[in-house]
Nanobody
Framework: QVHVVESGGGFVQPGGSLRLSCATS????????MSWYRQAPGKERELVAALSSAAYSALYADSVKGRFTISRENGKKTVYLQMNSLKPEDTAVYYC?????????????WGQGTQVTVSS
């Protein structure tokens, strides 16, 4: 059985920092692309950052470039999102995604989300 569990969300003032963690089990973690998405009230879910299975390639939304960093520890089957210089517009539920594709099929798993609130 696959588990994807986010943690580390909370309330922070503008300019502050948070580190989200996403622990997985039941998958061959090192073969999955790991991503963070977020969804603010009334808005669609959007990609925040993604990291390839070997951590060679990272992708960031323009809105978070230079402020957020995605990283992974394959030995711990965990992906992180370090969020610095947080802004009120970063307020959202943050979701972890694990995805793997091959020529025949794909595997796609989501966590339950963790709330991040940035407010003074």
């Amino acid at each position: 059985q696959v588990h994807v569990v986010e943690s580390g969300g909370g309330f922070v003032q503008p300019g502050g920092s948070l580190r989200l963690s996403c622990a997985t089990s039941g998958i061959t973690f090192s073969t999955y692309t790991m991503s963070w998405y977020r969804q603010a009230p009334g808005k669609e879910r959007e990609l925040v950052a993604a990291l390839s299975s070997a951590a060679y390639s990272a992708l960031y939304a323009d809105s978070v470039k230079g402020r957020f960093t995605i990283s992974r520890e394959n030995g711990k089957k965990t992906v992180y999102l370090q969020m610095n210089s947080l802004k009120p517009e970063d307020t959202a539920v943050y979701y972890c995604n694990a995805r793997r594709d091959n020529i025949a099929t794909s595997w796609d798993y989501w966590g339950q989300g963790t709330q991040v609130t940035v407010s003074s």
